[in-house]
């Protein structure tokens, strides 16, 4: 499994055994999603469905979830996510807000907003991974 990606012009160069053909889709995907107008609701409704659905034991207080780190509650929460919509929408608001800040490019962007677009991003690529949409080409079954 290779984690390292190459850019080519406009698009990480797709390899085998690699995720870089869904780091590409999930980039346009978040791109065309509407800019949300908070897109903490987005990532709210992912964890909700944890606390309905699978009865995790964790409360919003004050703006931010308690009880299971935010990214495995988002993770969780996004099984039910059709389409991956809601985090695209709130990745994409986690981009224009870093862009109304002047951050234009992801090394750029306030930490905290990089370490969680990058678990967004990080989410989606598993999921595309976990329900066989993603366009990573196991080694073992490359063509010769």
């Given at each position: 499994?290779?984690?390292?990606v ?17 780091l ?21 409704r ?5 606390v ?22 988002l993770?969780?929460g ?11 929408i ?16 992801f090394d ?5 907003h ?31």
């Open positions: 499994m290779s984690w390292e190459t850019w080519r012009i406009d698009r990480y160069e797709p390899e085998v055994d690699s995720f870089a053909g869904d590409n889709e999930i980039i346009h995907q978040i791109a065309g999603s509407p800019r949300p107008d908070r897109y903490h609701d987005n990532e709210d992912l964890a909700e469905r944890v309905t659905e699978l009865k995790w034991p964790i409360q919003k207080k004050g703006g931010r979830w308690h009880g299971a780190d935010y990214q495995s509650i993770e969780q996004a099984f039910r996510d059709i389409g991956q919509k809601e985090l695209a709130a990745a994409n608001g986690r981009v224009q807000m870093a862009l109304d800040y002047g951050q234009s490019h750029t962007m306030d930490d905290a990089m370490t969680m677009l990058s678990a967004l991003m990080t989410i989606m690529i598993y999921h595309r991974d976990c329900d066989g949409s993603s366009l990573r080409v196991p080694e073992n079954e490359k063509s010769e």
